[in-house]
């Protein structure tokens, strides 16, 4: 079975650190492109950062210098590491295996949720002033 399922969501205020995790099943993290959405009430689904199998990764322009993506091969993992969040990084985060294919380039100009076995259900992430 396929799945990916993210956690380590929550409420912190501004300037503060989360880490998000990413972990799957039926398939490595190392195996494929692996990536973070994120969604907030009004806006629209953004491609926060990614991860490739060579380690090449890539930020949106707003978390350049904030956040740091990575894998635990050990631990089928992906991490998203925010620091010095603000409050516009609000969003439910959402986890997804090939991101920038065009399936979800695609589906994601209608919204975060996708609802597919290599997307994840989301983790909510909200900073206070």
């Known amino acids: 079975e396929i799945s990916v399922m993210e956690s380590g969501g929550g409420s912190v205020q501004a300037g503060e650190s989360l880490r998000l995790s990413c972990t799957t099943t039926g398939f490595r993290v190392d195996e494929t492109e692996m990536g973070w959405y994120r969604q907030a009430p009004g806006n629209e689904c953004e491609l926060v950062s990614t991860?490739?199998?060579?380690?090449?990764?890539y930020y949106t322009d707003s978390v350049k210098g904030r956040f740091i993506i990575s894998e635990d091969k050990a631990k089928n993992t992906v991490y998203l590491q925010m620091n010095s969040l603000k409050p516009e990084d609000s969003a439910v985060y959402y986890c997804?295996?090939?991101?920038?294919?065009?399936?979800?380039?695609?589906?994601?100009?209608?919204?975060?949720?996708?609802?597919?076995?290599?997307w994840g259900q989301g983790t909510q992430v909200t900073v206070s002033p």
């Open positions: 997804a295996a090939e991101p920038r294919s065009a399936k979800y380039t695609a589906a994601t100009m209608a919204g975060c949720n996708i609802g597919d076995d290599t």
């Open positions: 991860i490739d199998i060579d380690g090449s990764t």
